[in-house]
């Protein structure tokens, strides 16, 4: 069983950045690749950013490449993602996510442990 909770959301303005955090428990952590999804306002949950759980591969969005980065630090089973030159349509709630498999490719349906949520509002 994994655990994951989420922190960092909030209010910033365009052009702004954030870092949110994904802090996840259970033993197993350090086998799972770990990513962020998120869901914007009336629209559905979308993939944002993965990393395989040896840290070699990221796999990022199109519309998130050269501004977000995602990183996971094993010592404080903790995942992190640094969102810069954030514009309105970044508005979302943000979901730390957890499979075996995430590279990317997946669909919400497809990842087995979800955190609650954070919600990122960018102002313009």
């Known amino acids: 069983q994994v655990q994951l909770v989420e922190s960092g959301g909030g209010l910033v303005q365009a052009g702004g950045s954030l870092r949110l955090s994904c802090a996840a428990s259970g033993r197993t952590f350090n086998r799972y690749n770990m990513g962020w999804f998120r869901q914007p306002p009336a629209k559905e949950r979308e993939f944002v950013a993965a990393i395989q759980w040896t840290g070699d591969n990221r796999y990022y969005a199109d519309s998130v490449k050269g501004r977000f980065y995602i990183s996971r630090e094993k010592a404080k089973n903790t995942v992190y993602l640094q969102m810069n030159s954030l514009t309105p349509e970044d508005t979302a709630v943000y979901y730390c996510?957890?499979?075996?498999?995430?590279?990317?490719?997946?669909?919400?349906?497809?990842?087995?442990?979800w955190g609650k949520g954070t919600l990122v509002t960018v102002s313009s």
């Open positions: 996510a957890a499979d075996p498999i995430m590279n990317g490719k997946d669909s919400p349906s497809d990842i087995r442990y």
